[in-house]
């Protein structure tokens, strides 16, 4: 009896340990695969795509960047200066710069009897060092709202309306503010800027003294520009008066076209005390310019 039990002991054993392996087994490929791929969900959840370098690897040669015609118009050349006095002045002095792939600029300047010019033109490439967090556009358009809030004009919304919300009133005192908002009225104010002067920016800092900045029509005050590279604005000021000295007038654009920032400034300044550089002008032979710089980015 004791003999015939231990040979179906004997049989029945490795059935068991056999079914048990094969169990294990089957747990073991099941968790594997489970742990395999919940791994590679997970490392692929994790890994966001970085944002794409900006449009603009490179800059162009700003002294090179001014036809000699319009430098001419902004500049006009003293007849008292020989041919290579005059071919010196237009082919200006550039800036000196680290890195021309990052940061360049030139530099002109004019003396006529009537007047001191100052003509500069600057461009800056803005790089994202994290692109998993911000794109070099994002990077370029903070440096631009930056330079924009220095300026007193309203801050960009990120999307502009030219209508009024309901209750948010007339609207005057959203275009006088000088500094940027969280609220709908600053964006409101920034849309109405991108096709009217800012009002009140006659009276910021640095614009010039009572009566005198005052006096010009309230569209060729300082004032956000519609249609010039993605963003752009405009800022005119006037220098104090002396009693010697007349006043300067600056006007100063800058634009962003995805990550590149360009700077215009031209500034004017009479010889004679009492004289005032006329906004008109001044201003549009700095737009004009701006716009040909703008279009030579989108080329």
Not at 29 to 44: I, M
Not at 167 to 175: N, Q
Not at 241 to 262: D, E
Not at 269 to 286: E, L, N, W
Request: aromatic fraction near 4%; include cysteine; charged fraction near 20%.
């Amino acid at each position: 009896m004791d003999v015939e039990r231990t040979r179906v002991r004997s049989r029945f054993l490795p059935g068991v340990a056999m079914l048990t392996a094969l169990a294990a087994g089957a747990t073991a490929c099941k968790g594997g695969g489970g742990t395999g791929s919940t791994s590679d969900q997970k490392n692929g959840g994790s890994a966001a795509a970085p944002a794409q370098p900006g449009k603009y690897r490179s800059l162009p040669q700003p002294c090179k960047a001014v036809d000699a015609k319009r430098l001419r118009a902004m500049l006009p050349a003293s007849d008292s200066l020989t041919t290579e006095q005059r071919e010196q002045l237009y082919a200006g002095t550039a800036e000196p710069s680290y890195d021309a792939d990052r940061h360049v600029g030139c530099r002109w300047n004019a003396t006529t009897p009537d007047a001191t010019l100052l003509l500069s033109v600057t461009f800056e490439r803005v790089v994202s060092y994290d692109r998993a967090t911000a794109s070099d556009d994002d990077k370029a358009r903070q440096v631009y709202v930056r330079r924009l809030t220095d300026a007193h004009l309203p801050f960009p919304g990120p999307s502009p309306s030219l209508t009024p919300s309901p209750g948010s009133g007339s609207g005057s005192g959203s275009g006088s503010s000088p500094g940027p908002g969280p609220g709908s009225s600053a964006s409101a104010s920034a849309s109405a800027s991108a096709v009217s002067p800012v009002q009140g920016a006659s009276s910021a800092p640095g614009t010039g003294a009572p009566g005198t900045a005052s006096s010009a029509p309230p569209e060729l005050g300082s004032r956000v520009l519609a249609g010039l590279g993605s963003e752009g604005f405009l800022d005119d000021k006037l220098g104090a008066a002396g009693a010697t000295a007349a006043q300067a007038r600056t006007v100063r654009i800058v634009f962003r076209t995805s990550n590149v920032i360009a700077t215009v400034e031209y500034s004017v300044q009479p010889s004679g005390p009492g004289k005032v550089p006329p906004a008109a002008d001044t201003q549009d032979k700095a737009r004009q310019l701006a716009e040909a710089l703008a279009e030579r980015f989108s080329e």
